[in-house]
């Protein structure tokens, strides 16, 4: 059974189904955690039928592919699981797993619609060869335009790191570096942002001036990103006398939006 084809959206609709027995906001719920969804769904929800009912019910249909019959082998499928979770897990620990994503698909559609969405992974070796692997949600495929809420928007991030994984486990990074013919140096993009500048500058009208130094700022912040000190700090600690190879190692964020916050 495919979890999240079947047994999240059937957990999601007790979700909701909880929210509204319990009058509780998502705050409210999240502030309860996951052992209050559990104690009420051990409360609330009727177990799979017997075992021979089960059987019967797995049994070579005839009519399985109406859609009736199918909506219901799949509730009775989640059911089953959802029952085998609480048998093996009664304190409900199992249900972590599930907590935050319920959680991010309850908030319903953000106020401020996305209208793109772009994944972009790049490699650069040491000769300077460039890979770049980018996933695109272009805004004419998102329909009804400002669906993407934020459930969404993190499978899609999901789906583009399995895919990603899947290019290089394939491939390997010695035929992904084989297959790229043009170097590209950090030195020349500089020099090409650094023409940029020069060039706006010459922009007589001061709001098309801002606009146009605003793009140079985020195409420098996506082909060369910077480090902020904190952030270079926190990598530094979190490699040292460690080996890489071995797989020990933090991936640190360079988003500054946050500078200043204590953690």
Avoid at 124 to 137: E, K, Q
Avoid at 235 to 241: Q, V
Wanted: glycine content about 6%.
């Amino acid at each position: 059974m495919n979890f999240e084809d079947v047994f999240f959206p059937y957990l999601l609709g007790l979700f909701g189904q909880y929210q509204h027995d319990m009058d509780l906001s998502l705050a409210d719920a999240q502030k309860r955690g996951p052992g209050s969804f559990v104690e009420w769904i051990k409360n609330t929800v009727s177990p799979p039928p017997l075992e021979e009912e089960e059987e019967e019910e797995y049994g070579e249909d005839e009519d399985e592919d109406e859609d009736e019959d199918e909506e219901r082998s799949l509730g009775s499928d989640a059911l089953f699981v959802l029952s085998n979770f609480i048998s093996a897990d009664p304190t409900g620990h199992w249900m972590k797993e599930f907590w935050s994503p319920i959680l991010v698909a309850t908030r319903g559609t953000p106020r401020n619609p996305i209208a793109e969405m772009h994944v972009n992974y790049l490699l650069r070796w040491a000769d300077d060869r460039v890979f770049s692997f980018t996933c695109v949600l272009p805004s004419h495929l998102i329909m009804p335009a400002g669906a993407l809420s934020d459930y969404l928007v993190t499978k899609i991030g999901s789906l583009s790191s399995v895919q990603f994984y899947d290019v290089v486990a394939q491939k390997s990074l010695d035929l992904l570096h084989d297959a790229q013919q043009l170097k590209i140096t950090k030195e020349h993009i500089e020099e090409v942002l650094r023409r940029a500048v020069v060039a706006v500058k010459d922009e007589e009208d001061l709001e098309e001036r801002e606009c146009l130094q605003n793009v140079i700022k985020f195409l420098r912040s996506v082909v060369v990103p910077p480090l902020p000190p904190e952030a270079e700090t926190k990598a530094r600690m979190s490699i040292m006398g460690r080996n890489l190879k071995g797989g020990k190692w933090q991936v640190v964020s360079t988003d500054n939006s946050h500078e200043g916050e204590e953690d």
